[in-house]
């Protein structure tokens, strides 16, 4: 099962979504050469621009005066207005894509917030995160924030987990509109490449779901395949029209968060009918997610730093409490309260030959000698460290206590000693958006499709702890280098008296 589910998903991954060969169709995709003369374009050229356009100059297609020079192309269609045969004032940018020019047209929508309105708003924003002490609160200001700038119904702040699935942290919505905070999406709904693309394309958007992908022109022509990786039109992939709808969303957008290079999450908007999102109010949303992005690191990064110097102040001050003129079992026991406060736990045990000290929760001596033994042949560092204590060592399971999280140091003293910090599983039920591994075909020929239903699913997990952090651990081997050098210390002194 485990490998048909992987051939499923390597076909999802592989899904060529950045050349698509067609736009959505409220724009218009003109491809130049790098003489500026038109090869082919998509969308309702005709009736905007004129009847007439392929091989024709972009400048005159695009009724301009003046000609256009390829090198300051983009600064000059950034700053005109269109001339078109439509109402509407439509703006036009432009990027590369191999040899080509791609120039994207795109109406500008009439109820569009004032740009001093939209920067008033932002700052405000920025303040305001910088007056939170936590994650959860930053990205709960960061939901309202985008519903109010982009106006969809639903706004939801997503963030990645190591394994590829997320989970919604903070909401924003309209009351119509079923909520889905706090639940769990499985890795497959965004796959490989679609997150590759969005750490470099970091903004797109589906005005309306019920579009029909307008196909480049002319067909065969030595376009298709054009990479559309940046264009703000490219036709998204039918697999994920399919997922909107059957989430019965009319209209979807999504920004990146990228935190020092890696996607960290997305601000997922969603609306119940068709919404459009022009140029200008893009441009303010990757403003915004740039605020947001930045304060999101300014804030793990205080966090990170305060358990570092939490635990260092706590080893320091243990430091001072260690009597060299005990033994060195006794100059360990002596300090155990101070140890065991070294790491946030439920339980904390100083493990050797002659005995076993437990302090709070903790397996009997007896299991936690057989686990000791084990330990000391499962790691070389010194260090073990486990949220998931049954999934390595399965005895774990009958542990009355449930002990899940471990986090171990090894003392090679002359009689060795094992200090083990130990967690609690925590029973934690998770809200999954729809069942995830429902609709698994059992024909590997078949692609994976998206689920039908959204109705939340939830799983109840067992045997796990809270993780020790990156802090934690390297906290863990500095006590480790301290309680070895006293021990020497504490030798030295034996020789010393004994001499
Ligand atoms: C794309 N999937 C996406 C996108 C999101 C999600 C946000 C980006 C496009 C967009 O902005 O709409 C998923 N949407 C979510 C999640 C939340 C949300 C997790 O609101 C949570 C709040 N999808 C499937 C399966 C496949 C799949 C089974 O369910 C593949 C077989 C594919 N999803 C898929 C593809 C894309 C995608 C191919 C890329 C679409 C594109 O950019 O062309």
């Known amino acids: 099962a485990a490998s048909l589910e992987e051939a499923l998903l390597t076909a999802c991954d592989r899904e060529p979504i950045h050349r698509p060969d067609a736009i959505q169709p409220h724009g218009i995709l003109l491809v130049a050469d790098q003489a500026l003369i038109i090869r082919g374009g998509a969308g ?32 000059t269609l950034g700053s005109i207005t269109v001339r078109t045969r439509t109402d509407r004032e439509w703006t036009a940018s ?8 791609l120039i994207e047209l795109e109406p500008v929508a009439p109820e569009r917030m004032s740009a001093r309105a939209v920067l008033a708003q932002i700052d405000e924003c920025a303040t305001q995160f910088e007056r939170c002490a936590d994650i959860q609160p930053i990205c709960h200001l960061a939901a309202e924030n985008f519903r109010r700038l982009t106006g969809f119904d639903r706004v939801m702040v997503y963030r ?3 394994d590829g699935s997320g989970e919604v942290l903070a909401e924003a919505r309209d009351d119509a509109m079923p909520s889905l905070i706090n639940h769990h999406f499985p890795s497959t709904d965004i796959p490989h490449q679609a997150r590759a693309l969005y750490l470099r394309n970091r903004i797109r958007t589906i005005p309306d779901v019920d579009y029909i992908p307008a196909p480049l022109r002319p067909e065969n022509d030595g376009l298709s395949g054009l990479d559309m990786s940046d264009a703000a039109l490219r036709s998204v992939s039918p697999i994920h029209i399919q997922y909107l709808k059957n989430m019965g969303v009319g209209a979807s957008a999504s920004v990146s968060i990228v935190i020092d290079g890696m996607l960290w999450g997305l601000i997922a908007c969603h609306h119940r009918t068709p919404h459009f999102m022009d140029e200008g109010t893009r441009n303010a949303c990757s403003m915004l997610a740039g605020v947001l992005s930045r304060q999101l690191r300014g804030k793990e990064e205080l966090l990170t730093y305060q358990e570092r110097l939490r635990i260092r102040n706590a080893v320091e001050a243990l430091d001072t409490r260690i009597d060299l003129s005990l033994s060195s079992l006794k100059m360990i026991e002596n300090v155990a309260d101070d140890l065991r406060l070294v790491f946030p736990t439920d339980g904390f045990a100083i493990v050797s030959e002659e005995e076993v000290l437990c302090q709070r929760e903790c397996p009997s001596p007896a299991d936690l000698r057989k686990l000791v033994k084990w330990i000391a042949t499962h790691n070389e560092s010194g260090i073990f460290a486990t949220h998931a204590l049954s999934s390595v060592y399965p005895p774990a399971d009958d542990f009355p206590d449930r002990t899940a999280g471990v986090l171990a140091i090894n003392l090679p ?21 729809g069942h995830p591994h429902k609709n698994i075909p059992t024909d590997p020929n078949e692609m994976l499709r998206p689920r039908q239903s959204f109705e939340t699913w939830r799983e109840t997990v067992r045997g796990l702890a809270p993780r020790w952090d990156s802090e934690q651990v390297q906290g863990a081997r500095r006590l480790r280098r301290h309680l070895i050098a006293h021990n020497q210390n504490q030798q030295l002194r034996e020789l010393n008296n004994s001499l």
Not at 51 to 57: A, F, I, R, V, Y
Not at 69 to 75: G, N, S, Y
Not at 94 to 101: I, K, N, R, V, Y
Not at 415 to 433: G, Q
């Open 413 to 433: 003293f002359p009689k060795p000693i094992m200090l083990l910090w130990l967690r609690a599983e925590i029973v934690e039920v998770l809200k999954w958006a």
């Open 160 to 162: 990645f987990a190591e």
């Open 94 to 101: 432009c990027l590369t894509s191999g040899a080509c020019f």
């Open 44 to 75: 309702a050229i005709e009736d905007v621009l004129q009847p007439t356009w392929l091989g024709q100059s972009l400048a005159s297609v695009l009724g301009l005066d003046q000609p256009l020079d390829p090198d300051t192309l983009a600064i």
